[in-house]
């Protein structure tokens, strides 16, 4: 897209994309809840796996906020969680069907290591001002069956 007018095939892309964007929403919020429940339970077994924030969960500080202003419960796809380890070890043995990016928003899901990948050249001080600790691990969650998803989570987690 060049200037303020899209192209006949960018504005067809674009149209083509918005047809699936309901049912993708849906799909990524319900595979995110139940990774982040995983995720919550997770330190039950395994220690590495500190703090989860996802809107949808009950222990969300604005769990009311985000139920009023989300349509159905649908609470997107994006969640975070910190863990205690070595997290090239947990990028390296994740697998699929996740992707390491430092983007957000597509189709698959996708993980980030925020203190190596997407803010790697910011001073340890101001990436703690900001929230973003040493081991702070963003998804963005995509529509496969959470269960894979799960799957790959778990062992490389199990493997810090």
Same mark, same amino acid.
């Given at each position: 897209?060049?200037?303020?007018?899209?192209?006949?095939?960018?504005?067809?892309?674009?149209?083509?994309?918005?047809?699936?964007?309901?049912?993708?929403?849906?799909?990524?919020?319900?595979?995110?809840?139940?990774?982040?429940?995983?995720?919550?339970?997770?330190?039950?077994?395994?220690?590495?796996?500190?703090?989860?924030?996802?809107?949808?969960?009950?222990?969300?500080?604005?769990?009311?906020?985000?139920?009023?202003?989300?349509? %159905? !419960? /649908?609470?997107?796809?994006?969640?975070?969680?910190?863990?205690?380890? $070595?997290? *090239?070890?947990?990028? +390296?043995?994740?697998?699929?069907?996740?992707?390491?990016?430092?983007?957000?928003?597509?189709?698959?899901?996708?993980?980030?290591?925020?203190?190596?990948?997407?803010?790697?050249?910011?001073?340890?001080?101001?990436?703690?001002?900001?929230?973003?600790? %040493? !081991? /702070?691990?963003?998804?963005?969650?995509?529509?496969?069956?959470?269960? $894979?998803? *799960?799957?790959?989570? +778990?062992?490389?987690?199990?493997?810090?």
């Amino acid at each position: 897209m060049h200037g303020n007018i899209m192209s006949p095939m960018t504005a067809f892309l674009m149209l083509q994309t918005m047809k699936m964007m309901g049912m993708r929403i849906k799909q990524l919020s319900i595979s995110a809840m139940q990774i982040a429940t995983f995720l919550e339970s997770h330190p039950k077994s395994n220690p590495n796996v500190m703090k989860v924030v996802y809107p949808g969960l009950k222990s969300h500080p604005q769990k009311e906020l985000a139920d009023h202003q989300h349509r %159905d !419960g /649908l609470h997107e796809g994006m969640l975070w969680f910190n863990v205690n380890g $070595d997290l *090239i070890k947990l990028m +390296d043995n994740i697998k699929c069907p996740w992707a390491i990016y430092e983007i957000l928003g597509a189709t698959e899901s996708i993980i980030t290591a925020c203190a190596v990948m997407t803010h790697v050249k910011m001073i340890c001080e101001d990436r703690l001002k900001v929230g973003i600790t %040493d !081991g /702070l691990i963003r998804i963005s969650v995509g529509i496969e069956d959470p269960a $894979d998803s *799960i799957r790959g989570l +778990d062992d490389a987690l199990n493997q810090l």
